[in-house]
């Protein structure tokens, strides 16, 4: 199969004047690799994004810097995202030697079906999605799969060491750690009820009866003035 071509062209603006660039429909990057002194370089964006979904991080492209005709092959290094609108603002190159070992990470795929969580028993969780691996540069592959058909009861797993790939690759990887597990569901705790105080019948009675004495009191307290002062205003016999 043959490698996709990219055309570049060597970079002289640098530092934050290569705005300008991204301003124009170009990315800034840069190409590393041993025995090579570094190069800034400048590439058609749309060029690089058509590309970059076919080979990803792993799959070797033909660079081409100018006008040359000659092509070296080279691997999607670093790759800086604008967080905020998800757009690459950079990209590294590294060259490198068709006939000695490179490392790139992978992801790692899904594939078939879990009975144990197709059935509700459990949740299908997958802590590791991706993995560093080491191989010849054309013999590194784009993805890695995890085949979860025998995930049937609660606790069962998925491991590094299960992971099945061609003997000219090597994963760098824990071979125990996880790749994919069918976990519990977790139980929803139910809200308690509110605790209602209960009502004694005795004592709202006896509030009521207290209310009630308090309120004949205070009548009793407001009509007592009133009748002495009807005593006062009643005229006195005079003494014959």
């Not at 080979?55 to 290094?77: F, H, M, N, W, Y």
């Not at 490198?96 to 028993?121: C, F, H, R, S, W």
């Not at 890695?144 to 998925?158: G, M």
């Not at 004694?200 to 009748?227: L, M, N, Q, T």
Request: charged share 35%; aromatic share 2%; no cysteine.
């Amino acid at each position: 199969m043959a490698r996709p071509k990219l055309t570049v062209d060597k970079r002289t603006i640098t530092g934050r004047k290569v705005k300008t660039l991204r301003h124009e429909g170009l990315l800034p990057g840069n190409l590393y690799g041993q025995n090579i002194k570094s190069q800034a370089l400048k590439l058609d964006y749309q060029d690089f994004l058509t590309i970059f979904k076919k080979t990803g991080e792993s799959g070797l492209i033909d660079l081409a810097i100018g006008k040359t005709k000659s092509t070296q092959p080279v691997l999607v290094g670093d790759i800086q995202i604008d967080p905020v609108t998800d757009k690459i603002l950079h990209v590294d190159f590294r060259q490198v030697d068709l006939t000695k070992k490179a490392q790139v990470t992978v992801p790692i795929e899904l594939v078939g079906e879990a009975p144990g969580a197709e059935e509700g028993e459990g949740i299908l969780i997958q802590p590791l999605s991706e993995v560093e691996v080491e191989a010849l540069p054309e013999k590194l592959p784009d993805h890695l799969e995890a085949d979860i058909s025998s995930l049937k009861e609660i606790n069962d797993a998925i491991r590094v060491t299960d992971l099945e790939v061609d003997k000219e690759i090597a994963i760098l990887a824990d071979k125990e750690e996880v790749v994919a597990k069918l976990e519990a569901p977790t139980e929803e705790e139910e809200e308690p009820a509110p605790v209602e105080e209960p009502t004694v019948i005795g004592e709202e009675a006896e509030e009521e009866d207290g209310a009630e004495s308090e309120e004949g009191k205070e009548e009793e307290s407001e009509g007592k003035p009133e009748e002495k002062s009807s005593e006062k205003e009643k005229p006195q016999k005079k003494a014959n």
